[in-house]
């Protein structure tokens, strides 16, 4: 339910009203925007009554909410959230661009990558410590020797850190180390793992799992900010249809679907929508100008050579090209990179 304010409602008059309804225990959800101001109420509002509500004076309208997500919800937060990651801000006019390996495979590969990527116009660094496989014969990542060479590279460039969480064990060194923790496709219902993060204040990426739909990758969102963390940015990295010429499909249409819906920001990974190292940057162009608020792409210095998903990774050089392509594009929908 939501209840609206009218323009001149007086502060005390709603801290009342906040007071009455927790009382009847209800978590109270205060929204403050330029125009207007409201409570999101979670809990069963069943027999709440509508008229009873607008009974006070503050109150503009009262309406119920039909999706079976609260906190995410826009209806709760008109206006679009902007979640700071070290500084960096995601969801705001300037679209953020987070770069780097698949894999930490050496301390000089990923500082090398960083220095690059940086150099490039990239405002954030991802390489995956902890490396989910479908295979359990294929590299698993070097782990906490990966974390440490992240941070030896963020020492080197300043960019804030993007890695991959893989259990809930792991929780308190990435809330030390890690700027953005990353929940993969895989992990989007692991929802035991999904509370844990709600619990702190770390900012969260939630990539959509592999055959998720656009409410139930939402509502992964809502298992986190339900434990009090709204810090929470969903990143489209293509899902699992019958066509099996690239590795999944980039479902474009989710990104204005989700800006309907949700308050979120919303990032895009090209690098694993398509698999293939030359459809990153067609894709990466047709993200930003859907409305994306970020890009998540593989960088490598010797795909050839890499450890993990080296064919869907770009050379610093065409990722620098890329970029300036993206600033162009950018431009023209209202945006900056």
Not at 72 to 86: G, K, L, Q
Not at 223 to 247: H, K, P, Q, W
């Amino acid at each position: 339910m939501i209840i609206v304010f009218k323009q001149n409602a007086q502060a005390e008059e709603k801290a009342r009203l906040k007071n009455k309804l927790e009382q009847q225990g209800f978590q109270i959800h205060a929204s403050e925007g330029v125009n207007s101001s409201l409570f999101g109420l979670v809990g069963d509002t069943s027999a709440l009554s509508i008229s009873d509500l607008m009974v006070n004076d503050c109150v503009d309208k009262v309406m119920r909410v039909q999706e079976p997500f609260k906190r995410a919800n826009r209806a709760f937060h008109p206006e679009n959230s902007i979640v700071n990651v070290d500084g960096v801000e995601i969801g705001g006019k300037k679209i953020q661009v987070i770069a780097g390996p698949c894999s930490v495979e050496s301390i000089e590969q990923v500082t090398g990558i960083a220095q690059d990527v940086k150099l490039a116009g990239a405002t954030l660094m991802r390489g995956g410590a902890f490396k989910p496989r479908t295979s359990p014969y294929s590299f698993q990542g070097l782990k906490e020797l990966g974390l440490d060479y992240l941070k030896a590279a963020k020492a080197a460039t300043g960019l804030p850190i993007v890695t991959e969480i893989m259990s809930a064990d792991k929780i308190e060194r990435f809330v030390e180390d890690v700027d953005l923790i990353q929940v993969g496709a895989r992990n989007m219902q692991n929802f035991e793992l999904l509370k844990e993060l709600g619990k702190t204040n770390k900012p969260i990426l939630l990539k959509r799992g592999l055959s998720a739909t656009i409410e139930e990758w939402i509502m992964s969102a809502e298992y986190i900010m339900a434990g009090g963390n709204d810090n929470v940015i969903l990143c489209e990295r293509g899902i699992r249809t019958f066509e099996s010429f690239t590795r999944n499909t980039l479902d474009l249409s989710a990104i204005p679907a989700v800006k309907k819906l949700s308050h979120l920001p919303v990032i895009v990974d090209p690098s694993h929508a398509a698999g293939m190292w030359w459809m990153v940057e067609p894709l990466a162009k047709a993200a930003v100008a859907v409305g994306a608020d970020g890009l998540l792409i593989e960088v490598h210095n010797d795909p050839e050579h890499a450890r993990c998903d080296g064919a869907q990774s770009l050379k610093p050089d065409r990722f620098a090209n890329l970029m300036q392509d993206l600033r162009n594009i950018a431009q023209i929908v209202g945006r900056e990179l």
